[in-house]
């Protein structure tokens, strides 16, 4: 299907908010935006989109071709079609075409998986054999990094590609292209920003993560896995990376994880993301862990993996570390350790999640909410308070933390103060969560767009107007902030 409204104005929106002074001069695809028609049809002549890919070669250099029908070098793009399933995807797709270049030679420059490096509007000339008119093309342009082990075939694309070309940054034909590939300096130069953790135990067995099916949404829905994520700021290192992701997914600590080399998967748009593995001894029980994301943890031996919904890669590292394994590792009964021994919990002991939330009320008593992403796992496009689960830290320390990485807002503890408490369900059968929602008496700063592909919009609002589509349990405990409650319950059966 089409690539819908919703997900190009917030992707367009995504990179104002990392440049905002270009607002004015992409003002015709604002207004574009604003208008019913299909901005990312061909056929609209009012204008709309292009998609282009801007591959960086390990020298250093751009990929450019030369195309037939206006005699001129660009780089690698055109429409989007039917079949795309995001606006980088259709880049992916064009470049294959033109070049021959396939996605999985490619990798997104971090930080720029989903948002365009450099967006431009450029007039077309009328071609009335064709029966078109003038009009304008809004070009999203992605950037890649060309792999450096690989030696990328070259197939051009006769009918529209005669050659292609690889241009030192200073040639960029692009003007708005060029100027922002000279300030990528090298501490912002590619590298691995995701790590995965290989868990297995004396049996053999490897533990693997049952992704919730949120397709469009999330990477590999409905699929087992292994747990992990991506590098957050806070990280020094990625091996720091994994030990969060597993505290945070699953309260799961290992006392010791090894690099296991790096592997390739496949994103939502082809392209080859590189992942940290690190391996780590395990003999607990899954059952007993705190998931937090996901359907559930299990055990499960190489020879089972058949059975399963899951990549070709994850299927192929796990049985590459198990062919690695000396015999001294043969199959044993029970813990490796004492530490490792967890007592059982009382019986119909019900693990509850604790989330933090910022209540931030300016003078004029309007409240901060902000615009979760449309690819959020949870409540996409909604307005939601700022907020998080906590790590391996105290409530007030995540909320601090918190608003900091998400708005750039500098809060002290002794300004926080402990307003209201939900204790909610989403629906039946879901694990509980204890939602704590702290005020914020004073603070420095004003909000900004830290994590764009978390949230694409802050905004104070009147408690009296809040928006339509809010998160209810949110919406419920703003309204008891303001009658003076300190607790409530949502989602529980009556």
């Not at 369900?425 to 694990?431: F, N, Q």
Request: glycine share 8%; hydrophobic share 35%; proline share 8%.
């Amino acid at each position: 299907m089409p690539l819908s409204h919703d997900h190009i104005r917030t992707t367009v929106e995504t990179y104002l908010a990392r440049h905002p002074h270009e607002r004015e001069q992409l003002g015709g695809l604002l207004d574009a935006l604003d208008r019913p028609t299909d901005i990312a049809s061909r056929s609209t002549f009012t204008g709309h989109v292009t998609c282009g890919a801007i591959v960086v070669d390990p020298l250093g250099r751009v990929l450019h071709v030369l195309h037939l029908a206006s005699g001129k070098v660009l780089a690698p793009g055109g429409h989007a079609e039917p079949v795309d399933e995001s606006l980088a995807a259709a880049a992916l797709r064009e470049l294959h075409e033109e070049t021959g270049i396939p996605p999985q030679a490619v990798a997104p420059w971090p930080g720029y998986e989903a948002v365009p490096f450099d967006i431009d509007i450029h007039d077309i000339d009328a071609h009335p054999g064709k029966g078109e008119p003038g009009h304008q093309h809004f070009d999203l342009r992605f950037l890649f990094r060309l792999h450096a082990a690989t030696e990328a075939p070259v197939v051009l694309q006769e009918e529209e590609v005669s050659s292609i070309e690889w241009r030192p940054v200073d040639r960029v034909t692009s003007p708005s292209l060029r100027e922002k590939l000279l300030k990528l300096t090298a501490e912002t130069e590619p590298q691995t920003a995701n790590a995965s953790a290989l868990i297995y135990n004396d049996r053999g067995e490897y533990l693997l993560h049952l992704r919730d099916y949120f397709p469009g949404r999330i990477w590999e829905p409905g699929m087992w896995s292994l747990l992990g994520g991506g590098r957050e700021p806070q990280d020094a290192t990625l091996e720091h990376t994994v030990r969060r992701e597993l505290a945070e997914e699953a309260g799961l600590d290992i006392a010791d994880l090894t690099p296991f080399g790096t592997e390739y998967a496949s994103d939502d748009a082809g392209a080859s993301v590189p992942i940290a593995i690190y391996a780590g001894r395990w003999n607990g029980d899954p059952r007993e862990l705190r998931l937090t994301e996901g359907v559930m943890l299990a055990w499960f031996a190489p020879d089972d993996l058949h059975r399963l919904r899951i990549a070709d890669t994850t299927s192929d590292l796990v049985r590459r570390h198990a062919a690695s394994l000396p015999a001294s590792t043969a199959p044993q009964s029970g813990p490796s350790s004492h530490e490792e021994r967890r007592p059982a919990s009382p019986h119909g002991t019900v693990l509850n999640v604790i989330g933090v939330h910022l209540y931030l009320e300016r003078p004029d008593g309007t409240v901060l909410l902000g615009l979760r992403h449309p690819n959020s796992a949870f409540a996409p496009s909604t307005w939601h308070a700022l907020a998080g689960h906590c790590e391996q830290e105290s409530a007030i320390t995540c909320l601090i933390r918190e608003a900091r990485e998400e708005a750039g807002l500098h809060i002290e503890r002794r300004d926080v103060e402990l307003v209201h408490v939900v204790h909610h369900v989403d629906k039946a059968g879901d694990r509980p969560r204890m939602g704590l929602f702290f005020r914020a008496r004073t603070w420095s700063g004003e909000p900004e767009l830290r994590e764009p592909d978390k949230c694409t919009q802050w905004k104070f609002w009147d408690p009296a107007a809040l928006p339509d589509d809010l998160v209810p349990y949110t919406r419920v405990a703003i309204g008891k902030i303001q009658n003076g409650e300190l607790y409530s319950e949502t989602g529980w059966p009556a």
